[in-house]
């Protein structure tokens, strides 16, 4: 089974950063995609970005050039670096992790971590 856990979500002024962290444990498996979604009250969950394992990223129109998305494959942790940060940026964000299996792909999620950006 894997698990997987969050961490660095917080309060924080409008035009500030926060780092997200997600790591994926468990035994016997490989991870293939990694990523972050987003879901604010009243709305649904969305992507915010994605990561291969080859390094290949995936941006939300709305965070593009202010989110970075990097991951250490040896860890199977993902990290979100978020920066300029805006209100409309509150939610909470969820790690997704993809486990590659014959036939398709499993699935895994975190418990979700906010983010509250106060303007």
């Known amino acids: 089974q894997v698990q997987v856990v969050e961490s660095g979500g917080g309060l924080v002024q409008a035009g500030g950063s926060l780092r997200l962290s997600c790591a994926a444990s468990g035994s016997g498996f490989s991870i293939s995609a990694m990523g972050w979604y987003r879901q604010a009250p009243g709305k649904q969950r969305e992507l915010v970005a994605t990561?291969?394992?080859?390094?290949?990223?995936n941006y939300a129109d709305s965070v593009k050039g202010r989110f970075t998305i990097s991951r250490d494959n040896p860890k199977n942790t993902v990290y979100l670096q978020m920066n300029s940060l805006k209100p409309e940026d509150t939610a909470v964000y969820y790690c997704?992790?993809?486990?590659?299996?014959?036939?398709?792909?499993?699935?895994?999620w975190g418990q979700g971590t906010q983010v509250t950006v106060s303007s």
């Open positions: 997704h992790a993809g486990r590659t299996v014959v036939g398709g792909t499993v699935d895994y």
């Open positions: 990561i291969t394992r080859g390094g290949t990223t």
